[in-house]
């Protein structure tokens, strides 16, 4: 009797436990902006099971622009793009940076990630690679993660009228713990460089 009891006890906390899991799972991809090559002025990634979207700063920022997403380049004939996004709206907020080196001379094409030397415009290395800040609870302040060296690629799916598209994945090292490596499998964005500037991100 006490084996039925048991068994019966096990049946039920399995089938709860399913029945969780099955209530609670959240396809995080499908919950991001979609794969476009449109000039959507759309951005967004999975980080640690939470879904990183730009917004623009409210309130007092000390953000020279003021925006959710900017977009530009070198001026020494465009060497480099940048990709800078921000979550200025959340009480956490977000930042990556997006360092693409030869953008405007290969366009299209699949760019193998470099290590990161978490600096950006001049400071940062001559290759394409990218890092950025989280929210940490544990030390109550950002985390900052970068590309590891040829372990992530970005690719631009589309390279024309202005239009930047294209996705990203790979592992990034904590900065201040080289142990610790997370992986992004699915960042994604389209952007128009002529409408970004003016495009709202509420």
């Not at 598209?165 to 460089?193: H, Q």
Request: hydrophobic share 35%; charged share 20%; proline share 4%.
């Amino acid at each position: 009797m006490k084996k039925l009891i048991l068994l019966l006890f096990s049946l039920l906390l399995i089938i709860n436990c399913s029945r969780y899991n099955d209530e609670n799972s959240v396809d995080f991809v499908a919950l991001l902006p979609p794969e476009t090559q449109t000039g959507a002025n759309t951005f967004g990634v999975t980080i640690k099971g939470k879904i990183y979207v730009p917004r623009d700063p409210t309130g007092f920022s000390t953000m020279p622009n003021g925006k959710g997403v900017t977009f530009w380049g070198s001026p020494d004939n465009y060497s480099y793009n940048e990709l800078e996004v921000i979550d200025g709206a959340s009480d956490a907020g977000f930042k990556m940076v997006i360092h693409i080196q030869k953008l405007q001379e290969l366009g299209k094409a699949m760019y193998v990630l470099q290590k990161s030397n978490f600096q950006n415009g001049i400071d940062s290395i001559p290759e394409t690679h990218i890092f950025f800040k989280i929210w940490d609870d544990k030390i109550k302040n950002y985390a900052y993660y970068g590309s590891v060296e040829k372990q992530g690629e970005l690719n631009i799916t589309r390279h024309s009228n202005g239009i930047i598209s294209g996705n990203f994945k790979g592992k990034f090292v904590r900065e201040d713990n080289l142990d610790e490596i997370i992986e992004i499998t699915n960042g994604r964005f389209d952007i128009n460089s002529a409408t970004i500037s003016n495009h709202p991100f509420p």
